[in-house]
């Protein structure tokens, strides 16, 4: 499986944007790329997924580098309940392996 | 549309012990997903079901741990005998297609096992 790469830990601000970034220089042609986030105590929960082009929810906002080779998840407005630990998973369409695979994630930390 | 439930939220055990673990999936989703987090460690995938059919345990433990997800009912997550290092945070999860590619996968707010 290909892997992907985030820093351990991240502080931003209430209200201002957070880029968390994926590093995932393996990927494949088929891997989808997918974010989830887990808040404490709680257990993991969709954020969003792309293939090549860009991709915008409520939630979030998902950059993918022409070269696939990382993305970057934007929230565009962070809250205090956006404080959790982000996941970016790969997953390979051709596999059809449904087993997420999570790696250590970003700890988000959001100041007042 | 209820969520994914998990019962028990907290459950005790005793070395030796059998714990059951519950989880109802979200209705009309027919895919079920066990994951396993370790005290201060990542999720790890342990087993995917499909009613009545286990499709992927490449993450089950050989011995001890097994699950079902019967025709009717909840899927359990059983384990025998449970030892210490069976303490754990874990996690239901579920999906309603067939597609992986938009396989969202919907968790449940988790079981505690604490084993004395």
């Known amino acids: 499986d290909a892997k992907t790469t985030q820093p351990n830990s991240m502080e931003s601000n209430e209200e201002e944007p957070v880029h968390l970034p994926c590093n995932h220089s393996?990927?494949?042609?088929?891997?989808?790329i997918h974010w989830y986030r887990q808040l404490p105590s709680q257990g993991p929960e969709y954020v969003i997924h792309?293939?090549?082009s860009n991709v915008n929810n409520r939630m979030a906002s998902l950059a993918i580098a022409e070269d696939r080779k990382s993305s970057t998840l934007i929230l565009h407005r962070a809250t205090l309940r956006d404080a959790a630990v982000y996941y970016c998973i790969l997953r390979d369409v051709d596999t059809g392996r449904r087993a997420l695979t999570f790696g250590s994630g970003t700890r988000l930390q959001v100041q007042p | 549309n209820a969520g994914v439930m998990q019962n028990p939220r907290h459950l005790v055990r005793r070395r030796g012990q059998e714990a059951r673990l519950r989880c109802s999936p979200m209705k009309g989703h027919s895919h079920v997903y066990w994951y396993r987090q370790l005290p201060e460690e990542g999720l790890k995938f342990m087993v995917y079901?499909?009613?009545?059919?286990?499709?992927?345990e490449s993450g089950m433990p050989k011995e001890r741990f097994s699950a079902e997800f019967p025709k009717e009912g909840p899927s359990i997550l059983r384990i025998q005998q449970v030892v210490r290092g069976d303490s754990a945070a874990y996690f239901c999860?579920?999906?309603?297609?067939?597609?992986?590619?938009?396989?969202?996968?919907?968790f449940g707010p988790g079981t505690r096992l604490t084993v004395l």
């Open positions: 999860a579920s999906s309603p297609l067939d597609r992986a590619i938009t396989d969202t996968q919907y």
């Open positions: 393996t990927i494949s042609g088929t891997d989808y």
């Open positions: 079901l499909q009613k009545e059919n286990i499709i992927d």
């Open positions: 792309g293939l090549t």
